[in-house]
């Protein structure tokens, strides 16, 4: 009898190619914003979501700060923040994030936040006062929001956003037809419709897409159509990353070409600006998009 290998769980995940290799975090920039995020006892996504460029943007000496807690009431399949039932938000995060963010003397401040869909504001007011604290204790930096899908609230849409930041953020995460099994809290089209109430209300709006989760280009093309209608300014692409075992495993890695020519149809197709590459996160190379 021939014996088979024995095939593990582990050698059957895909191997990441030589394009999505980083550095690791290291520096004096980095060590000071390391501190200050401990010293405030602040959340950053960058350590949340296990983003890849957090070496290069805390080295610049940024970082997109994460308001309300870290625990999401939502369970996306491609998230590597804790799902539960979140603590009682602290009233005083608004103020130690200005703080933070003018102790740091960033010219562009990120903010971002988990899902608190349990609360009847959706946490329209921590957010709110962030933007507005931030702006009074720095009033040059310039600010970017990245706000979770307010389930059709659109008077917490609308308290959120007008605190005076200059760009809005909100992530479809993937095409149409995944978001069942990627974000099955969330609905497509309600999220479009999240884009195009921010950009009537006037603010510069912007999106960000995972690629590798198994849509095709032509989703890829129809979802950039639809952006463009909605009012979406600017989008970003970048490399989908499974986080853990237990999350959704990559369908396939998006060749860096293939990314290059994303952006360039994403730019016939009328978006403003598209930031396109295996590494590129939703803040990443921000600081580019406040006048696009």
């Known amino acids: 009898m021939i014996e088979l290998p024995v ?23 980095y060590a000071k914003v390391r501190r200050l995020v401990d010293e405030h006892k602040l959340h950053t996504i960058c350590e949340s979501g296990n983003c890849p460029n957090m070496g290069e943007c805390w080295g ?52 971002t936040s988990v899902n608190r869909d349990e609360l009847k504001d959706r946490g329209a ?9 931030t702006k009074e204790q720095s009033p040059t930096t310039t600010i970017e929001t990245l706000i979770p899908d307010v389930k059709g609230n659109w008077d917490a849409l609308y308290r959120m956003i007008s605190g005076g930041q200059e760009v809005v953020s909100h992530n479809m995460e993937t095409v149409g037809s995944l978001y069942r099994r990627v974000r099955p809290q969330a609905k497509y089209d309600r999220s479009l419709e999240q884009i195009k109430l921010t950009k009537e209300f006037g603010k510069r709006t912007k999106t960000g897409i995972m690629l590798g989760l198994g849509e095709t280009k032509e989703e890829v093309y129809q979802a950039m159509d639809d952006l463009v209608a909605n009012g979406c300014d600017i989008l970003t692409l970048g490399q989908y990353l499974q986080p853990t075992k237990m999350h959704i495993e990559v369908a396939e890695f998006i060749h860096p070409d293939l990314f290059d020519h994303y952006r360039e149809e994403g730019l016939k197709r009328g978006l403003k600006y598209v930031e396109s590459g295996p590494l590129v996160r939703s803040s990443y190379h921000a600081e580019r998009h406040v006048n696009v």
């Open 125 to 133: 007011e921590i957010w709110y006062q962030t933007v507005v604290q």
């Open 7 to 29: 095939i593990s769980e582990e050698s059957t995940r895909k191997k990441k190619p030589d394009w999505l290799r980083v550095k690791l975090p290291v520096g004096k920039e």
């Open 60 to 111: 610049a000496g940024t970082a997109t700060f994460m308001i309300l807690g870290n625990v999401c009431t939502r369970s996306c399949s491609f998230c590597a923040v804790a799902t539960g039932r979140p603590p009682e938000y602290d009233t005083d995060e608004p103020r130690r994030v200005a703080e933070a963010i003018r102790l740091m003397g960033v010219k562009h401040a990120v903010i």
